[in-house]
Each structure stands twice: as C-alpha cells, then as structure tokens.
C-alpha cells in the first residue's frame, strides 16, 4: 500500500537541530563513517545526521520511516536512557520506528537486522504469489 500518510510537522526542524547535524555530518565517529559506508550503498536512501524536529538522528531512511541510531557507552548512563527513550516516543508519534545498535557493533551486522527489520515490515500479498493452494479445500 506505500507509506503511511505523513504526520504533518513530522519534517519540520528547529535551527540549533540545523546547526549541530552540520557540525556532526563535518566529524563523523568511526562508528558513523564505517556504517554509513555500507548504509550509502543501498538502495534505501539513507540520509546522515538528520534534523528532525528538535533532534538529530544517526540516520533516517524516509521512505520506510526508519531511523538507526549508533549508541555508545554513555547511552547505559540512567539519565542518557530517559532521554533516548523520550525521544524515540517522540519520534514514534511522527509514524518513524528506531533501531539502536551499539557502536561497536559489525556494520554487516547492522545492516543485516535493518533488512530484517524491513522485510519483517513487509506484508504477504494474499493469496501467495508462489501459487499456496487452500489446504482446508484439499482435506475434502
């Protein structure tokens, strides 16, 4: 069916959000640079620290309103786990699901669970296109 109608206000971004993706796409982590590496190549349109409303997010891939954030050490902190929570409740009231990964984290990996996420996503076409025959008629 495509994605979902878009909630308005979902795009808009604030000036400091601006500002500070700038200065971070100008000094990506070593985690950041290895996965965007993979994450470029694909064929879903990834787009690197992103302003989103007051935030800024690892990564965001519009079309599938899928969002991937690398989190380091701090992010076990009580008070970095709060506010990663309350944002990904803000983000997830905009229609956007996120997946967290460790910074350590092989990007082969990663990438593999963001194309299970995705095809998990997926709805199967009823009837199946691989020909599935009513079992319940069979048994007759």
Not at 13 to 40: F, G, M, S, V
Request: aromatic share 8%; net charge positive.
């Amino acid at each position: 069916m495509g994605a979902p109608a878009r909630t308005p206000g979902a795009l808009l971004k604030t000036d400091r959000a601006d500002r500070q993706a700038r200065r971070l796409r100008c000094a990506p982590t070593y985690a950041e640079a290895a996965h965007w590496k993979l994450l470029r190549k694909t064929d879903l349109h990834f787009r690197r620290q992103a302003p989103f409303g007051p935030y800024v997010v690892d990564f965001v891939c519009h079309q599938h309103r899928l969002i991937v954030e690398l989190d380091g050490g701090v992010h076990d902190l009580p008070a970095v786990a709060a506010r990663d929570a309350e944002r990904d409740a803000w983000l997830d009231a905009r229609g956007y699901r996120t997946l967290r990964f460790r910074n350590d984290q092989r990007p082969e990996d990663v990438l593999s669970a963001i194309f299970a996420r995705l095809g998990a996503d997926t709805p199967t076409p009823n009837p199946s296109p691989q020909g599935g025959v009513d079992q319940s008629a069979d048994a007759s």
